[in-house]
């Protein structure tokens, strides 16, 4: 389910005291431990200075770098 902007609106100018945190069970330090950690499968780490470069070029830089690496995938098939 989607929630409408307005409705969004409202649930953030909520004050902290009229959010009920009762039924959220407190955490203790064996839960990270336990946690499982699932990363995604397209995980590609991109050299900060290189990523810092892409993003200088337009909010559209995830594109940017897409369409460099597709160009050079074509180029090498």
């Known amino acids: 389910m989607q929630l409408s902007k307005t409705r969004l609106s409202e649930i953030e100018s909520l004050p902290e005291d009229a959010i009920g945190t009762s039924e959220i069970p407190e955490l203790d330090d064996g839960f990270w431990e336990n946690a499982d950690q ?8 991109i050299e900060p200075e290189v990523l810092e470069w892409f993003k200088r070029q337009g909010q559209d830089y995830h594109i940017r770098i897409n369409a460099v690496l597709r160009a050079y995938m074509e180029t090498h098939r």
């Not at 699932?38 to 780490?45: D, G, H, M, R, T």
Request: glycine share 0%; proline share 12%; hydrophobic share 50%.
């Open 38 to 45: 699932i990363l995604p499968e397209n995980l590609l780490q």
